[in-house]
């Protein structure tokens, strides 16, 4: 077992998330591990605490607690994807390149792994994603367990580094396509309500609750942060739901649910945000509208646009929409070719 160490962050370690840094540092320390320790306060940033996806800065000075001295033992063969694991993720493929994996996720599958999210996620199903290269791709962002749509992996940490910045600093077009209960008005518009995080323990990653914060009163608000969307409604059905595009402007936790839910237009089959056991009846509110319409979650990661890496072309990928939300489309009468990619070129 180590001592605490102080480390102080060079030149070339910079910009980079924290739990990336430390296991690169010790090879020994298991992502869960790493929660751990932010968790109970013990890995603090200047003094700070800090959670495992916080993104560390050149001259920073990192504490870090006692650690065990050797790597656990290597994972047994049932660490190996299933056939059938395998099997689906490859079909989840939408584009790839020798830089770059486009998944559409479907919707139930974790992103990564957690407190109440089991062994099976995407992170733990990259190694059926390899391709006859030498490294598994990673994950350069996630989406919630219930939300589908287009994923990026990359195939080496450069270009990790690369698409993280670029999300980082807003580079990248991301558009989701949601059935919303009721039609909000205006049809086109701005949600900049900060968001903070309900109080109580809860679990992590999906147990977590976001609360709406007036835009005036965030920065008096301890823990809340700035959050903007921009949404455009594509189409409805008289009054009770209604087909919505939307770009997160900033990426927050549970950001559009959180949003669609503030304006009283909760997302359809959001138990978290829209009240399980409220039916919409029209004019918003309520996120089951009954019927032949599936209790899921309607929100699609639908449109990803962003320069690559290497070659600066522009790219855009398109995921189809999951079998629930091209049921409900159907039902109402909706068609994917009648709206254009990207509504908000025109605003």
Known sequence: MTTVQTIRIGEDEGDQRIDRWLKKKFPQLTQGAVEKMCRTGQLRVDGGRVKANSRIEVGQEVRVPPLPDSAPPPPTAKARVKQSDAEMIQSCVLWRDEHIIALNKPPGLPSQGGSGQGDRHVDGLTEALMFGYKDRPKLVHRLDKDTSGVLLLARTDRIARSLSEAFRHRLTR??????????????????????????????????????????SQVAETEGAKRAHTDYAVLDALGSRVSWV?????????????????????????????????????????????????SRKLHLHARVIRFEHPITKKLITITAPLPEHMERTWKTLGWHENDVPEDPFEEA
């Open 174 to 215: 991301k558009i989701y396509w949601a059935a919303v209960a009721g039609v909000p008005h205006p049809r086109m518009g701005s949600i900049k309500y900060g968001l903070v995080k309900a109080p109580g323990r809860g679990r992590m990653g999906e147990g977590e609750k976001m609360v709406a914060v007036h835009p």
């Open 245 to 293: 595009a939307m770009i997160p402007v900033t990426g927050r936790t549970h950001q559009l649910r959180a949003h669609m839910s503030e304006m009283g237009h909760p997302i359809v089959g959001d138990g978290k945000y829209g009240g399980s056991g409220q039916e919409n009846l029209g004019d918003g509110w309520g996120a089951q509208l009954g019927g032949e319409i």
